[in-house]
């Protein structure tokens, strides 16, 4: 699948245990941004070893 919209690089440490709804708050709340728009946000953990990504697709989200 290719990005169809902006990706955004969370800025950060995130706790990797968070799922769909922790990451989608953190995408509201914080960067007061619309985690149903078409970007895709990176998040990644405190080693900088690991990452989350984030996408918001027609039916619903993806988790990568």
């Known amino acids: 699948m290719i990005p169809r ?3 955004y690089l ?3 440490i ?3 245990r968070k799922s ?3 990451l989608s708050l953190i995408v ?3 960067l007061e941004m619309d985690p149903l728009s078409s970007a895709w946000f990176i998040f990644c953990n405190r080693g900088k070893d690991k990452i989350k990504i984030l996408f918001w697709d027609t039916n619903g989200f ?3």
């Open 5 to 7: 919209g902006a990706i």
């Open 28 to 30: 509201a709340d914080v």
């Open 20 to 22: 769909i709804d922790g």
């Open 10 to 12: 969370v800025y950060g």
């Open 62 to 64: 993806w988790l990568y």
């Open 14 to 16: 995130t706790d990797m």
